[in-house]
Antibody, heavy 120, light 114 residues
Framework: QVTLKESGPVLVKPTETLTLTCTVS??????????VSWIRQPPGKALEWLAH???????SYSTSLKSRLTISKDTSKSQVVLTMTNMDPVDTATYYC????????????WGQGTLVTVSS | DIVMTQTPLSSPVTLGQPASISCRSS???????????LSWLQQRPGQPPRLLIY???NRFSGVPDRFSGSGAGTDFTLKISRVEAEDVGVYYC???????????FGPGTKVDIK
């Protein structure tokens, strides 16, 4: 059974750095046919893709947020970590991680998401 | 980056009646490998997105056959043959043709019951 679970702070202050962890089960982060993406959704708004990491540690970032994002993984812990620097109230959103299947180019399993509020 | 648009943005429907959502991309979604990586996702209220359709018309595991996808190039459609109460939510199209450069989602179409 494939599951993904996001964890991290509920509240961060403006200018702080956000660190989120996605813990996966049911598949390995070393599986060459898989990867993990982070996507966010501001309250009442649409989905926005943020970053992706492949099994070979290749990374990809949203063009608009690239300077603020870092994605990494710890295969032994089955965890993918996303950091976002210089947080602003407009970054308030539910942050999701999702599994990517290379062959079909789909995000097939999603975590429940974690709501992060940016406020002083 | 490819821009995805959807119409309508809101679709009140009668239970048992069909519903249709259109999605258009700013450039062709045909990949150099010949595939078109256009997916549809459903997000029920308070839930994470759920994959419905991939590569234009393939239903994901467990998706009811009242959901179908069609289209080509830059124009795509999601159809629900007979809307049920559990279909209420927001539907997003998503392109992965440009991946790993980017995934792009449409703005979403809200489907609710009249």
């Amino acid at each position: 059974q494939v599951t993904l679970k996001e964890s991290g702070p509920v509240l961060v202050k403006p200018t702080e750095t956000l660190t989120l962890t996605c813990t996966v089960s049911g598949f390995s982060l070393s599986n060459a046919r898989m990867g993990v993406s982070w996507i966010r959704q501001p309250p009442g708004k649409a989905l926005e893709w943020l970053a992706h990491i492949f099994s070979n540690d290749e990374k990809s970032y949203s063009t608009s947020l690239k300077s603020r994002l870092t994605i990494s993984k710890d295969t032994s812990k089955s965890q993918v970590v996303l950091t976002m620097t210089n947080m602003d109230p407009v970054d308030t959103a539910t942050y999701y991680c999702a599994r990517y299947v290379v062959v079909t180019a789909i995000l097939d399993y999603w975590g429940q998401g974690t709501l992060v509020t940016v406020s002083s | 980056d490819i821009v995805m648009t959807q119409t309508p943005l809101s679709s009140p429907v009668t239970l048992g009646q069909p519903a249709s959502i259109s999605c258009r991309s700013s450039q062709s979604l045909v990949h150099s490998d010949g595939n078109t990586y256009l997916s549809w996702l459903q997000q029920r209220p308070g839930q994470p997105p759920r994959l419905l359709i991939y590569k234009i018309s393939n239903r994901f595991s467990g998706v009811p056959d009242r959901f179908s996808g069609s289209g080509a190039g830059t124009d795509f459609t999601l159809k629900i043959s007979r809307v049920e109460a559990e279909d209420v939510g927001v539907y997003y199209c998503m392109q992965a043709t440009q991946f790993p450069h980017s995934f792009t989602f449409g703005p979403g179409t809200k489907v609710d019951i009249k």
